[in-house]
């Protein structure tokens, strides 16, 4: 196949995938074909970008024709579980309990959306359950805001659990009754090192003097830091565990520590906190968790979990390893956010390009396209940092067959038509679902079309305005002109003239007439770091144009396709304008 013919199949099926041909996703394809181009890869661009500004004036029945042309390999669709079924080891039938236990200081991510389905599926192919656990034994970093926040992305996402949901906090009691037994079998103590000194320790595999202490001496010392008479970092509490060991893990780590903070929940109750370590293995094995799911991080530290519960004499759960997932170019992490937030560059932890539950919300990724796309990954412990792309994916077919269609004109140039009947129009909401009933667009001069293709068009070219009547180009000049955003700058004009109702043309364009237009700006989510990590300051374009009226009733947070634009969604409505967010190209 020749290079033409290879840019416009590509062409062709990346506008019928994705709604408007994009030439940076056409280019990877033709590049593979036609690996030559690569010497000169700004002139292939510019042919492809030609031939999107072609295939994106054709309506779905020309597209399809054209694309019929082409042969392409049939591509298996993942069904909705993602293509994977999760199947626990030595699950019995009706008897499997899982949890997920997220740690209430930050607001849940797509890593979270991950762990919570496979523990829910996991659970439900055995026909069991998932329980929901607030792992909250670190009194500076949790907040009940973030506890409700879990709760709530939860529930809008899908993921259900049964039973109340519990606090880990609300055991410490009995994981103090723990720390008592193990320090009396001498299998745990007090140690007063400093933590350079408990450093040094470990790493040369030394034991330190405290160790040698009777169990009734760190019984005392351990109700001393209950009572919160020792300082945060005067001492800890220590498994005594085997400083030779190969696993570093398992050289006398911490299992509990001073922390005078007050708790989101406890108040100043307790002063004296456990450590993840110590707390998850005897939480899991109280609450009956057969299956305890934890990303493959945590492998090193399965010889304690089980280590504790041994001396304990306590039943221990399966340990499910997988790999934790995050999006290329997005912070998932706290850490990370908090300071954008606090510098301004992103606006909460609700801004579209974050991978939060509730950014993932607000942009209308619906928790369908969630499911699908963290399953897709399975229990692999595999890494995996995928860009935005897969997740659009799903989300753009789910949403097309409900999407209403709406007219929107980015960076609209003017038109000036003469001859054409005004008139009120009558449109679908939808191509293919009548359901969806239709709305009223004015057709009236003068007009406004996109910028792009008012610059592709030829002297004398005869285009049609979609939906009305085919026009043809006479003239240009430049004037000042109001834009979408309030401002007023030289612009071109485009003078027409109305050629006919109907008749076959190769370019169709979108417009929205001077008396029914609506000011809009689309903001347009992109990768928030770069690739080393620093804040990218162009992540968040924003695109001005015309929308048609109807654009201001759409119901928010929901699904919208601007015509030959993208899928985006309502996000704010005011008298000035509309605020849409892409949800994809």
């Known amino acids: 196949m020749d290079l033409p013919q290879t840019i416009s199949k590509w062409t062709l099926h990346n506008a019928q995938e994705f709604g408007a041909a994009s030439a940076g996703k056409v280019l990877g394809r033709v590049l593979a074909e036609h690996p030559e181009c690569k010497t000169d890869v700004k002139a292939t661009l510019a042919l492809i970008e030609t031939e999107c500004t072609r295939v994106n004036a054709l309506d779905k029945e020309e597209l ?33 309990v899982t949890r997920f236990a997220p740690e209430p200081s930050g607001y849940p991510h797509i890593g979270h959306a991950k762990a919570v389905f496979l523990s829910l599926e996991g659970a439900r192919s055995a026909g069991g359950y998932m329980r929901l656990r607030m792992d909250d034994t670190n009194p500076e970093k949790e907040k009940q805001e973030f506890a409700d926040a879990i709760v709530s992305d ?44 408990v450093k040094k320790g470990r790493e040369k595999g030394e034991q330190c003097l405290c160790r040698a202490k009777f169990p009734e001496e760190n019984v005392h010392d351990f109700r001393r830091m209950m009572a919160g008479k020792t300082a945060e970092g005067e001492a800890i509490l220590r498994w005594a565990g085997d400083m030779k060991a190969m696993n570093t893990v398992m050289r006398d780590p911490t299992l509990f520590r001073v922390i005078t903070a007050p708790h989101y929940r406890q108040g100043e109750k307790y002063k004296c906190w456990p450590s993840y370590d110590f707390e998850a293995p005897i939480i899991d094995s109280i609450e009956n968790i057969t299956h305890a799911m934890r990303s493959k991080e ?12 041994r001396e304990l004499e306590m039943r221990a759960p399966k340990l499910i390893h997988f790999s934790r997932l995050s999006i290329s170019g997005a912070p998932v992490s706290k850490r990370l956010i908090t300071p954008l937030i606090a510098e301004g560059k992103v606006s909460g932890y609700d801004d579209p390009r974050l991978p939060t539950l509730s950014a993932l919300r607000r942009r209308a990724i619906s928790p369908a396209a969630i499911r699908q796309f963290v399953l897709s990954f399975g229990l692999s412990k595999v890494e995996s940092e995928p860009g935005w792309e897969k997740l659009l994916s799903y989300n753009r077919k789910l949403a097309d067959a409900s999407a209403p269609r709406r007219f929107f004109v980015p960076s609209p140039v003017r038109v000036e038509l003469s001859g054409a009947p005004s008139r009120i129009l009558t449109l679908k909401n939808h191509p293919q679902n009548s359901s969806m009933g239709t709305r009223s667009v004015e057709a009236s001069s003068p007009l406004y079309i996109p910028g792009p293709d008012a610059s592709a068009l030829a002297d004398g070219e005869t285009f049609r305005l979609k939906d009305w009547c085919n026009i043809k180009l006479t003239g240009r000049r430049e004037e000042s002109v109001l834009q979408p955003d309030g401002s007023s700058a030289p612009s071109p004009i485009l003078t027409c003239e109305f050629v006919s109702e109907e008749g076959e043309v190769s370019r169709k364009v979108q417009w929205a007439s001077e008396s029914h237009k609506m000011a809009a700006r689309v903001l347009m989510p992109r990768d928030l770091l770069l690739p080393d990590g620093s804040y990218n300051p162009e992540s968040l374009p924003i695109v001005w144009g015309w929308a048609e009226p109807s654009c201001a009733s759409l119901e928010a947070h929901t699904p919208v396709q601007l015509e030959r634009f993208g899928f985006a969604t309502l996000d704010a409505a005011d008298d000035k304008a509309l605020t849409f967010i892409q949800m994809s190209d």
């Open 298 to 309: 945590y492998e090193l530290r399965d010889e304690l979990y089980f280590a504790i519960l």
């Open 64 to 96: 399809a024709k054209e694309l019929s042309a082409y042969h392409f390999e049939e591509k298996k669709e993942e069904p909705e579980e993602g293509g994977r079924k999760i199947e626990l080891p030595g699950a019995v039938q009706g008897r499997v």
């Open 154 to 197: 939860l529930k809008w996402v899908g993921a259900s659990w049964q039973g109340e949901i519990t606090y880990t906090s609300d055991y410490m009691d009995k994981l103090y009754e723990c720390a008592d037994e193990l320090m009396l079998k001498q299998k745990a103590y007090v140690c007063t090192c400093s933590a350079q000194e």
